[in-house]
Nanobody
């Protein structure tokens, strides 16, 4: 059984930082891209960022460019999301995802989500 488990969510003030982690287990993710999505109350799920298996290629949604950084440690089957200069509009449930080259639109696997709340 495939599992993606997020951690690191919580409450932070605007302008602060937070790092999310996503640990993959249950099968090997060799070759898989991994990424993050988010969903705010009353809004559709939004692509945030993704990283290739090798880590050489990253992509970001326009709303987080320059503030968020994705990275991964394949030895630990873990992907990280460093979030800086947080804004109240970053408040959402953040979901980890894994997939192939269409991960931005159609991930194969999802985590259960972790809540991030940014206070003004």
């Amino acid at each position: 059984q495939v599992q993606l488990v997020e951690s690191g969510g919580g409450l932070v003030q605007a302008g602060g930082s937070l790092r999310l982690s996503c640990a993959a287990s249950g099968r090997t993710f060799v070759g898989y891209a991994m990424g993050w999505f988010r969903q705010a109350p009353g809004k559709e799920r939004e692509f945030v960022t993704a990283i290739s298996w090798s880590g050489d290629t990253t992509m970001y949604g326009d709303s987080v460019k320059g503030r968020f950084t994705i990275s991964r440690d394949n030895a630990k089957n873990t992907v990280y999301l460093q979030k800086n200069s947080l804004k109240p509009e970053d408040t959402a449930v953040y979901y980890c995802a894994a997939g192939g080259n269409k991960i931005r639109v159609a991930p194969d696997y999802w985590g259960q989500g972790t809540q991030v709340t940014v206070s003004s």
